[in-house]
Each structure stands twice: as C-alpha cells, then as structure tokens.
C-alpha cells in the first residue's frame, strides 16, 4: 500500500474502477488488490502474445505494460519509495 510518499491518483487506493486497458475486454472492472492488478497484467501478456504471433510489428511486454499501466493501476504501487528518490 502506499503511504504519504505519494500524491495519490484514482488508482492508489483499493478498491477503485478502471476499464480495462485490453482490444478483446475493455469493460469496468473494480480491483480491489494488488493481485486484481497482476491479473490484468496476465490478461495484457496474452494479448500481446497473440498480436505478435500474428502481425509483422513486434511490442516488448515491458514497454506494452508501462504504457497501459497507469490506465489502470498506480505505478507507484510497482516503485518504492527509494527507488523513486533514485530516479528523480
């Protein structure tokens, strides 16, 4: 969980309601954990695991998974707090 380090967005706290970042399912789904968030993130792999076996254009899991992160998760909640400060 995050604690006063983070200004807080609509995603820093469970439960919450995003839609889903993905082409096959793009409903309203409540995430009530962290393991609601690696689920969606399974669901993400599998669709890029299908678009890549059938297009020419090839994505990277890490880059597909930072750029639809923040539509539904907090990417603090995959950073500490230390690592922010390292990054700054």
């Not at 890029?48 to 990417?75: D, G, R, V, W, Y």
Request: hydrophobic share 30%; charged share 30%.
């Amino acid at each position: 969980m995050i604690d006063d380090w983070c200004e807080g967005c609509k995603y820093s706290t469970f439960p919450y309601k995003a839609k889903l970042p993905l082409k096959k399912n793009n409903s309203i789904h409540t995430f009530t954990s962290m393991d609601d968030v690696w689920y969606v993130i399974k669901l993400l792999k599998e669709e890029l695991e299908e678009h890549n076996e059938t297009s020419e254009k090839k994505f990277e899991l890490h880059q597909t998974i930072k750029s639809h992160l923040p539509f539904f998760a907090c990417p603090n909640n995959f950073i500490s707090k230390e690592y922010q400060r390292d990054i700054q």
